[in-house]
Structures are given as C-alpha cells and as structure tokens.
Nanobody, 120 residues
C-alpha cells in the first residue's frame, strides 16, 4: 500500500523561502511519478511540479519557473519542493501526489496536504 507523508509548510513573508518534503512509502520499483499540486481557496487545484522517478525528468508549471525547484532523493524516497521568492499568490494548500507509471494530470495517491501562507 502506497502512502505519502508531507512536511514543511508554514507562513513566510513575500520574498521568502520554504521547502516542502514528501516521503513515499510502498512503491516497489522506480517506475513511478511524484509531484506537487496546490489549491487556493476558491480556486481549482493546479499542478505545480512533477518528477518521473525512473529517469529524473522534471517539469514545473510556468507560474513558478525560476522560483520553485523540484528534486528527489532516491535513497530517502523523498520528493522536495524548494520554493524561493514566494509571492502571496503562492498561498495555498500544497498536496503531494504519486502514481505508478508516467506522470499525468492527476494522481492515484495523495498526501494529506500542507499549508503555505505567504504574507505581503
């Protein structure tokens, strides 16, 4: 059974940084994708970043390019999202997601979410 455990959210002023972590449990091979999505109040959930673990191929959504970096530590089965130059518009609940196979637009498995609040 796959499980995801997130940590690292919090409150920060605009221009600051946070790092989110998501540890995956239960995957039996490296043929899976992990990523981050976020949802702000009153808005739809949007994909932020994804990594295909088998190859390390990464992509991030345009609105965070140059500010957010996704990385994965294979030994720890942990996905990170380094968020720099945070803006109030980045405030949202951030969810870790994962699934076997290629990256898609949604996730088979979800974490519980971690709150990010950016004040101006």
């Amino acid at each position: 059974q796959v499980a995801l455990r997130e940590s690292g959210g919090g409150s920060v002023q605009a221009g600051g940084s946070l790092r989110l972590s998501c540890t995956a449990f239960g995957f039996t091979n490296s043929n899976y994708c992990m990523g981050w999505s976020r949802q702000a109040p009153g808005k739809e959930r949007e994909a932020v970043a994804r990594i295909y673990i088998g190859s390390g191929a990464t992509d991030v959504t345009d609105s965070v390019k140059g500010r957010f970096t996704a990385s994965h530590d294979n030994a720890k089965s942990t996905l990170y999202l380094q968020m720099n130059s945070l803006e109030p518009e980045d405030s949202a609940m951030y969810y870790c997601g994962a699934q076997y196979g290629s990256c898609g637009s949604t996730w088979r498995y979800w974490g519980q979410g971690t709150q990010v609040i950016v004040s101006s």
